[in-house]
């Protein structure tokens, strides 16, 4: 499997989805999820990073909304977006 992008190279314009609200948003099993993150190299490259800290053991996935988007052609209406400060 190849190594999931590290935080500093996504794009801050699209909120990180938990491995949770991805599931919720795109209407999936959690085995569908694994199976991706396992067996899908190319999902894993473009679509998952990992935000545990450097050379730990335990990977903390996060999913930005715009990069699975884009991976699964879901049109920019239907992605989740960042919501504005108050």
Same mark, same amino acid.
Not at 24 to 43: C, H, T, Y
Not at 54 to 83: D, K, M, N
């Given at each position: 499997?190849?190594?999931?992008?590290?935080?500093? /190279?996504?794009?801050?314009? #699209?909120?990180?989805?938990?491995?949770?609200?991805?599931? !919720?948003?795109?209407? *999936? #099993?959690?085995?569908? *999820? &694994?199976? !991706?993150? $396992? $067996?899908?190299?190319?999902?894993? !490259? &473009?679509? *998952? @990073?990992? @935000?545990?800290?450097?050379? #730990? #053991?335990?990977?903390?996935?996060?999913?930005?909304? &715009?990069? *699975?988007? $884009?991976?699964?052609?879901?049109? $920019?209406?239907?992605?989740? /977006?960042?919501?504005?400060?108050?």
């Amino acid at each position: 499997m190849e190594q999931p992008l590290t935080p500093t /190279q996504l794009r801050t314009e #699209s909120p990180l989805l938990t491995k949770t609200e991805l599931r !919720q948003w795109l209407k *999936v #099993s959690d085995m569908w *999820v &694994r199976i !991706q993150i $396992e $067996e899908n190299p190319d999902f894993v !490259q &473009r679509c *998952v @990073i990992d @935000i545990a800290t450097p050379g #730990s #053991s335990r990977r903390t996935y996060r999913f930005p909304a &715009r990069a *699975v988007a $884009e991976y699964l052609r879901i049109p $920019e209406y239907a992605t989740p /977006q960042l919501t504005a400060a108050a």
